[in-house]
Each structure stands twice: as structure tokens, then as C-alpha cells.
């Protein structure tokens, strides 16, 4: 379950947002479920206003919903056990829903 083999089928892109209260080890506890999961952190933004945390990032995983349902569900238990709010979003959804 991860990323499509090369050749066997193009990855699908997504966005991954998370917001809460700033503290150590929410970049590499993100890092480490993606990774998990076969999938590539394609960019990554970060900002810290205050004490508040925010990031997004575009990952690449196997198009596959099951894959996406999994991670999405293992990430979410990762914000959970930090305290941040995680929404993962297919990029093309993303997209669509911001498009003026």
C-alpha cells in the first residue's frame, strides 16, 4: 500500500492541513504517518503565528481509495494524540472547491 509502482498507474496527489497549538514533533510525527503509508511529501509550507501552528503539505500516494480512507483515518489519530486538527483532501478536490 503506498505509492504505485513506476509505470503501473500515475500517484494521486492530495493536500494535507494542519492547525492547533504549536509544540515539538508535529512535523516529524506528520512525517512519520505519511511515511507509513508509501507516501511522498511532494511540498511543505509551515507557519507559526503566535502559538499557533499551521501547515500544508502536497503528498503523493497510491491512487487508491483505500489507501487515501487509511491514511486519512491514521492521520487524523496522529492530530488527535498531538492535539491539532488534520483534514487531508484530494488535490483535485481542493482545487475545485477554491476555484472562483
Known sequence: MGLAPEGKGNPMRCVLSVLGKDRPGIVAAMANTLGDAGANIVDISQTILGDIFSMTMIVA?????????SLQENLKTTGEDLGVQTVLQREDVFQYMYKI
Open 61 to 69: 500516494i497510491a491512487d487508491d481509495s483505500d489507501v487515501f480512507n
